[in-house]
């Protein structure tokens, strides 16, 4: 079975620091990654995935992520925050031979001016 | 290309009664998942269609149910609608292997 856990549901960070959002998750088969971002009362919307090749993934709005096996771990980083980074940010994971996704509970981002 | 959409975005039921929801995907994407977003239980998998066929299902009650046409645009339905089923009701459309493309989602309030 799969799951996925984000560790902390709340962080908050001053504007211009480190954004680090953590996502373990657990699978028995190769997974495929994604970080999705969700504005208030809108959708999700796709910041980056992991399918295969390099475990370093860009993603839009200068988010990154890198998969790393060995810590079944997925983190979102990105060097200097911006007030239009706050948002819910969600990582999933889905396997090669299945159709379902499946997601952490969401980790809210607070941006401190 | 237009994204996926859902309608309508906001509706406000009671008890007892029953609702529709519409999502239409993207063009050439025959994938359609539901998802219920609530504060509580975070995002949980309803269930997926793929060419008119449910390929998957989530543990919801059979009050759940859900369809696709041959258009690849899919409905989903609650009957006898409950005060816990207050939710944003999401839908995403997939093609191949690739990522899920959400819609802004429906807002139901039961009251």
């Known amino acids: 079975a799969q799951s996925v856990t984000q560790l902390g549901s709340h962080v908050s960070v001053s504007e211009g620091a480190l954004v680090l959002l953590r996502c373990n998750y657990s699978s028995s088969v190769p997974p495929y990654l994604f970080w999705y971002v969700q504005y208030p009362n809108q959708g999700l919307q796709l910041l980056l995935k992991y399918t295969t090749g390099a475990t370093l993934v860009k993603g839009i709005n200068g988010f990154e992520a890198e998969f790393k096996k060995s810590e079944t771990s997925f983190h979102l980083t990105k060097p200097s925050a911006h007030m239009s980074d706050a948002a819910e940010y969600f990582c999933a994971v889905r396997v090669n031979t299945g159709n379902q996704f499946y997601f952490g509970t969401g980790t809210s981002l607070t941006v401190i001016p | 290309k237009a994204g996926v959409t859902q309608t309508p975005r906001y509706l406000i039921k009671t008890r007892g009664q029953q609702v529709t929801l519409s999502c239409s995907p993207i063009?050439?994407?025959?994938?359609v998942s539901w998802y219920q977003q609530t504060p509580g239980q975070g995002l949980q998998f309803l269930f997926e269609y793929f060419s008119e066929t449910q390929r998957n299902k989530g543990n919801f009650p059979g009050r759940f149910s859900g369809r696709q046409f041959s258009n690849s645009r899919s409905e989903m339905n609650v009957s006898t609608l409950e005060l816990g089923d207050s939710a944003l009701y999401l839908c995403?459309?997939?093609?191949?292997?690739?990522?899920?493309?959400f819609g802004q989602g429906t807002r139901l309030t039961v009251v």
């Open positions: 995403a459309s997939r093609v191949g292997q690739g990522e899920a493309f």
């Open positions: 063009s050439g994407h025959r994938s």
